[in-house]
């Protein structure tokens, strides 16, 4: 294991914060990550997985050794007439993998193509967007356990995935993933039902669009509305879209008819978070180096060298006059270090 220190990690996270790990190296096969668990263990020292480090937030030095996951590779294991079975390592970036497949012609996640990060970090917060999430084509995850030292295959029941949450979450540090499985569509069913999908195929006068078109509508969608954090700091959407119950939602709606919502159950109720941000005003709204972005409230964007900790003080304040506003907690979708 090459094992190197204090390594600043601006260039390792789309907020682009620049702090330092304390201890930091690449893990490229399955036995690096037992080499780094044998010398985490032995030197009592915490661990931190990144992947492309797009959905973290970095508050403090990172007193930890940082396992940079880089393992790759996109293996066919089986194929039958109607699907095709994908093994992808953890490391391989997640468009590129989404690109491969359209491609080739195997659907399910062309949804969800442009979303930064790698292929392992996928699961862990089940990614998704226009009307698709990632658990709905995993078919087993590779992962390390680190309270046993084993490892151990998850199928999808085991990942235990919602909106925006997996057993990686819940059980936070204790799995290292290595490799997902999938399982694509040779003939799959486009989703084409979300709105804004919809209107760029209709104005592209696209009638029976290919996978190719869906990714291309779903780029042009979102290069049109969210920051491209290679040009400008950011996590994406920094809250998740919360749950109210069904009595709460009807109270809201009497003084705030144009709130945006969708039932999730016959009780509950899903809010746009960027409706109630930006009815708070925040949309577009700069504070020194940090902002919330002006063309989607739920992203909180670095216009400089803007810390975590300040990034942080200004996701709280959006949290608390959202909650003065509409009595609604938002909750942070990006985790915090
Ligand atoms: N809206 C506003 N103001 C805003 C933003 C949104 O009023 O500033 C309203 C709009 O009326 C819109 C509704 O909210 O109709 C939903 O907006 P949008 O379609 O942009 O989706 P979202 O709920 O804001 C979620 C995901 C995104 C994903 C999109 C598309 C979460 C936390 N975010 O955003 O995911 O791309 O749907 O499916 O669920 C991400 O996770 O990083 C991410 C970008």
Redesign the pocket.
């Known amino acids: 294991m090459t094992l190197k220190q204090n390594i600043p990690l601006k260039a390792f996270n789309s907020f682009a914060c620049d702090i330092n790990a304390k201890y930091f190296t690449t893990i490229q096969s399955n036995q690096d990550i037992e080499v780094a668990f044998d010398w985490f263990k032995q030197n009592n020292t915490p661990y931190l997985v990144l992947g492309s480090g797009s959905n973290i937030l970095f508050t403090k030095e990172v007193e930890a050794l940082v396992l940079k996951m880089e393992i790759k590779g996109i293996q066919k294991t089986n194929e039958t007439a109607s699907a095709v079975y994908l093994s992808v390592g953890a490391g391989e970036n997640w468009h590129h993998f989404v690109s491969y497949c359209v491609q080739k012609g195997w659907g399910g996640i062309e949804n969800l193509s442009l979303i930064p990060g790698t292929v392992g970090a996928a699961p862990i917060q089940n990614?998704?967007?226009?009307?698709v999430e990632v658990k709905e084509t995993i078919e087993k995850i590779t992962a390390f356990d680190t309270h046993t030292g084993e490892w151990v295959t998850l199928n999808k029941l085991d990942c235990d995935f919602g909106y925006?949450n997996s057993l990686f979450k819940k059980e936070k540090n204790r799995y290292i993933i290595s490799k997902v499985d999938f399982c694509l569509q040779k003939q799959p069913k486009l989703r084409t039902d979300?709105g804004?999908i919809r209107e760029v195929l209709h104005q592209k006068e696209i009638q029976n669009p290919s996978l190719e078109d869906i990714s291309n509508a779903v780029v042009l969608i979102?290069t049109q509305?969210?920051p491209d954090p290679k040009k400008l700091g950011n996590a994406?959407?920094f809250?998740?879209?919360p749950t109210i119950s069904k009595s709460q939602f009807e109270t809201l709606k009497i003084k705030n008819d144009d709130i945006?919502a969708f039932p999730i159950s016959d009780t509950e109720y899903k809010l746009?978070?960027?409706?109630l941000?930006?009815h708070c005003g925040w949309?577009g709204v700069k504070k020194g180096h940090i902002g919330c972005f002006e063309k989607?409230?739920?992203v909180i964007v670095n216009y400089g060298n803007g810390t975590g900790k300040e990034i942080l003080a200004f996701s709280e304040e959006i949290i608390q006059s959202v909650f003065q506003k509409f009595g609604v907690l938002l909750e942070k979708?990006v985790n915090v270090y």
Do not use: D, P, T, V
């Open positions: 990614i998704g967007a226009y009307g925006r979300y804004a979102r509305k969210l994406g959407s809250f998740k879209n945006m746009a978070a960027g409706w941000i930006e949309k989607q409230a739920l979708e």
